[in-house]
């Protein structure tokens, strides 16, 4: 969510900066600016929209210069509008701030501020900031330069309540960029003769791939050959240099329409990726090292509580279904939202785990900090190694389902239930499951990537169905037992990118009020693969039916009763139960895609939406 970029070095810095702006466009879109400082003066272009309107900007008006900082902005405060893009400056107008974050205390800042003279040209929390690094840098007496302007910002800091993950520069200290973070990540790319910021790597993965991660309270000073980080907190502080595992190529669309239809298709790819190393014939159950937990210690677990926002949150409720049918251990889902300020009685022998795709989405991110401050053990299911959330927690496992830059999360979601599968098997095994059970549910995972690509072969045939409703006033996602989040989850994916109201429930609860909303303009998605709840889906169908309100399935191949009661069915191949809503998703996430495609929508980044959400 917003995304920051800085350049110092032998290049101009306007292309460099542009370039990672585009790489970063998923993270936010509401408006894009850059500052570049040249002959001791600092020159700013920004506009409100996608980067491309700032991009015209600057060719209409030129800038250049071996030092910049930009950002593209997901709205928080203040409306979409040029006076509100980043960068902002101070009073000064010397000094100039990219941000990520919300300053909580920002209004009784910017009041002190106004009575103390300070104008404000926007209705920002960043502006604000800048100007309170401003006025102590102005009130300092030591001599111009870094470490007045390291001294100042060290001084605002301690004065901000919030997140940020900041970058800055002042025309009186030309040869360095400042950047702090604190909630909102910041990372540092090494060049040669040439240093970056970035909110995110894959904006500067085309330069270097060698990486800082920087932590909460650093403060990085950035030259073009060299580097130096302390902490807010006192000192220096310690780091490490990372390699980038993933390659520009990694994060380009290639041949496909958009990420989301690139990250659908790789699916077969990330599922296995989700399992490679991790499925243990010999002992006919998965291993999952990453948790740094002995089997005794599993054994003792006897809750577990599934964490997250959004897509995670749905695959932790397919997980909460798969993990108790499997292990039989007690299951709780919570939003992350909720767990962090709710007082939920947590027993000893809880574990909790916090899944999510960027790993950093800043409520998941609280919950973990809740979950250790009770004393329990927090375990990470996070696609980004580097991320916050992987750092921070106790252990867990990684998804490796490489970037996800479509704004709706796909393949995370496969990768994330798979994922919860190979839990599942793994604490069954140390509890109930036999040598016999364990092969099959092996056998079963290890057939997944085949199915996957089974059904996005008929892609067409999915597409056809998406343009026939693509024009309906609402959609029902329907399902029960481990279909029922496979159901939340193709509501979601259908109105986040279409922008057609969807609603999931579990298929019994239409009887209980949904129903009064079936029209024929209303079509009703059933997912209804031959399962142990086959029965009841269909004399749910049929009542829907009995209402004039069209059938959608998702049914399993060869199934004749689905053929006959739906007006459409997308196939999926046979599979277990506990299974079945990886096979359902995908599906459903073509239905999302083909309709938003025949609709005109921006596929890749939906209205009002920016991927990882880094505020509250
Ligand atoms: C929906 C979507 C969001 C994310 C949610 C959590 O398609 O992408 O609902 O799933 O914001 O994000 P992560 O997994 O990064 O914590």
């Known amino acids: ?326 292990a039989h251990v007690p299951v709780e889902v919570e939003f992350a939202s909720e767990f962090r300020y709710r007082n939920l009685p947590l027993p000893k022998d809880t574990l909790v785990f916090c899944i999510s795709q960027s790993g950093e989405t800043a409520d998941t991110l609280a919950a973990l900090r809740e979950g250790k401050r009770k004393g329990l053990r927090v375990l990470g299911i996070c696609n980004n190694v580097a991320s916050t959330i992987a750092r921070e927690s106790d252990g867990g496992v990684y998804m490796h389902a490489g970037p996800e830059i479509g704004v709706a999360a796909t393949k995370s979601f496969t990768s994330q239930v798979t994922i919860m599968a190979l839990l599942g098997l793994m604490l069954g095994r140390i509890r109930h499951l036999s040598t016999t059970e364990g092969l099959r549910i092996l056998d079963e995972l290890e057939a997944l990537p085949g199915k996957v690509a089974r059904i996005l072969a008929q892609s067409d045939h999915i597409r056809a169905v998406a343009e026939k409703y693509a024009h309906a006033k609402a959609m029902m996602f329907l399902g029960r037992q481990f279909n029922y989040p496979a159901a939340l989850e193709g509501a979601l994916k259908m109105k986040e990118i279409s922008y057609i109201h969807a609603s999931g429930y579990p298929s019994a609860e239409l009887k209980h009020g949904v129903i009064a909303l079936i029209t024929p303009e209303v079509p009703s998605v059933f997912i209804a693969p031959e399962d142990s709840v086959f029965e009841k889906n269909v004399s749910n169908i049929e009542e829907v039916k009995a209402r004039k309100g069209p059938i959608i399935a998702v049914g399993t191949e060869g199934c004749d009763r689905i053929a006959k009661v739906a007006d459409d069915v997308l196939w999926i191949p046979e599979c277990p139960d506990y299974l079945s809503p990886i096979l359902a998703s995908i599906p459903l996430q073509l239905l999302a895609y083909y309709t938003a495609v025949h609709l005109g929508c921006d596929v890749d980044k939906p209205r009002n939406l920016a991927k990882s959400v880094t505020v509250e």
Not at 60 to 85: E, F, K, M
Not at 159 to 188: E, K, N
Not at 225 to 254: Q, R
């Open 1 to 326: 969510m917003c995304g920051i970029v800085g350049y110092i070095g032998k290049h101009d810095a306007v292309p460099v900066l542009l370039d990672g702006l585009r790489r970063l466009e998923y993270r936010g879109y509401d408006s894009a600016g850059v500052a570049i400082l040249a002959d001791g003066k600092i020159s700013v272009r920004k506009k409100s929209g996608r980067i491309a309107n700032l991009t015209d900007l600057i060719a209409q008006s030129p800038v250049a210069g071996h030092v910049g900082i930009a950002h593209t902005r997901w709205a928080t405060h203040g409306g979409v509008t040029d006076a509100n893009a980043h960068p902002h400056s101070d009073q000064s107008g010397r000094l100039f701030l990219c941000h990520n974050g919300v300053i909580e205390n920002y209004a009784t800042i910017k009041e002190q501020l106004i009575s103390e003279g300070h104008t404000f040209k926007s209705q920002t929390d960043t502006e604000v900031l800048a100007h309170l690094i401003g006025k102590e840098y102005d009130a300092l007496a030591s001599a111009p330069g870094t470490a007045r302007l390291v001294k100042s910002l060290r001084s605002a800091l301690t004065q901000v309540v919030g997140t940020y993950g900041i970058i800055l520069m002042h025309a009186d200290a030309p040869g360095v960029i400042v950047g702090a973070r604190r909630g909102s990540p910041l990372v540092l790319g090494l060049g040669s003769g040439e240093n970056f910021f970035a909110s995110d790597v894959s904006a500067i993965v085309a330069h270097t791939r060698e990486a800082v991660y920087l932590k909460d309270f650093d403060i990085a000073v950035l030259g073009a050959n060299d580097f130096e980080i302390t902490s807010l907190l006192g000192g220096a502080s310690g780091y490490e240099v990372s390699k980038v595992e993933f390659s520009a190529d990694d994060v380009s669309k290639g041949s496909y329409a958009h990420y989301m239809l690139k990250e659908i298709h790789e699916q077969p790819e990330t599922i296995r990726d989700a399992m490679r190393g991790r499925l243990v014939r010999e002992e006919a159950t998965a291993k999952l090292g990453g948790l740094g937990m002995t089997p005794q210690q599993l054994r003792e677990v006897d809750r577990i509580i599934l964490t997250g926002c959004g897509t995670a949150s749905h695959a932790a409720m397919c997980g909460e279904y798969i993990i108790e049918a499997l």
